[in-house]
Structures are given as structure tokens and as C-alpha cells.
């Protein structure tokens, strides 16, 4: 990701994992409200090469629209763009985009993307 390729080797931040990988949520799109489709998905990361290591599965919940591609990154309060996240680093930059994926915890939906 580009937030671990900027990072300075003097940087007192932690280092990126060692690992990513990436777990589909569920075996079928889900549908809601206006008629749009979506697939969660979830990016764990892996602190250690060791094979034995434990995953963190609560890295980065997300989704996907198949019919236009749309990414979204939930990222604490708000969502991101894939392309925000994945290619810029901004985990924490500005106010998020409206739209976004359905909260995991109630079912609710979130409005659906524009674009």
C-alpha cells in the first residue's frame, strides 16, 4: 500500500505488517434498499512472517460494488474511497464520502454510492 512505501527508515512509527491478505464476507452479493449490490470483504494483516503468527482480522472492513466497481474503506467513523485508502494512505484525511457499505452491526444501510 502507499502509506508503507512513504514511511522513513528513521520514522518512530511502527513498521507496515509483514503480511496482508484479503477474506470475501459471505457467499453471495447483498442487496438493499435502491437495488444495489455489494460484497464485504476484509484486509487482515499479519505482523510476523512466521507461519504460525496470528492474523488480525479486525484490520480493515470494507466492500465492493460489482456493477461499478465502487470501493469503499471503513475507517473509524466515516468511509473511504478503495482509491483514497490503497493508493494514497488517507486514513484519516477529511470528512469520508457519503455513501459507503451497510453497518455490519444493524443491517441499516448506508446511501448508496452516486458515482
Do not use: H, Q
Not at 484479503?22 to 476484509?42: E, N, Q, S
Not at 484490520?59 to 460489482?66: D, E, L, Q, R
Not at 470501493?71 to 482509491?83: C, N, P
Amino acid at each position: 500500500m502507499a502509506r508503507e512505501g512513504k514511511r522513513s527508515r528513521y520514522s518512530r512509527s511502527p513498521p507496515p505488517p509483514a503480511e496482508l491478505r484479503i477474506r470475501v464476507l459471505g457467499a453471495a452479493p447483498i442487496i438493499y434498499g435502491t437495488g444495489k449490490a455489494f460484497v464485504r470483504f476484509a484486509v487482515d494483516e499479519r505482523w510476523s512472517r512466521d507461519a504460525d503468527a496470528e492474523w488480525n482480522t479486525e484490520a480493515t472492513a470494507s466492500c465492493v460494488y460489482p456493477g461499478d466497481g465502487a470501493v469503499y474503506v471503513d475507517v473509524g467513523e466515516a468511509f473511504r474511497t478503495g482509491e483514497d485508502v490503497f493508493t494514497r494512505g488517507a486514513f484519516g484525511d477529511g470528512d469520508g464520502v457519503a455513501g459507503g457499505c451497510p453497518a455490519a452491526s444493524t443491517g441499516a444501510a448506508a446511501p448508496a454510492p452516486t458515482g
